[in-house]
């Protein structure tokens, strides 16, 4: 079966994101009753997609790993690329 076809669970701390401006929505998911590792991309509303390919053991993980990179490289880089894959 393809991951676009099974459903998925978000996590409570998925949603939109405002900071200086700038809007960006943390999506924070795993397949649907599974205690799979979290999985992480923000979509920047006017750009596109960035996806982590690290795989996260909790939800908080990957919410520190978006913060992490918020403290770093700012929100609006998330809106430097059409789509992309770090980490």
Do not use: C, N
């Not at 401006?21 to 590792?37: K, L, Y």
């Not at 520190?64 to 770090?86: T, W």
Request: proline letters at 2%; charged letters at 30%; a negative charge.
């Amino acid at each position: 079966m393809d991951d676009e076809d099974r459903d998925f669970e978000h996590s409570t701390l998925s949603g939109p994101y405002i900071r200086e401006g700038e809007t960006v929505d943390v999506e924070i998911f795993r397949f649907a009753g599974t205690q799979d590792p979290w999985r992480l991309t923000v979509v920047h509303m006017s750009s596109g997609a960035t996806e982590w390919r690290e795989r996260f053991a909790t939800e908080l993980d990957a919410y520190r790993a978006f913060m992490k990179a918020v403290e770093r490289d700012g929100l609006a880089s998330f809106g430097a690329a059409v789509s992309r894959i770090v980490h």
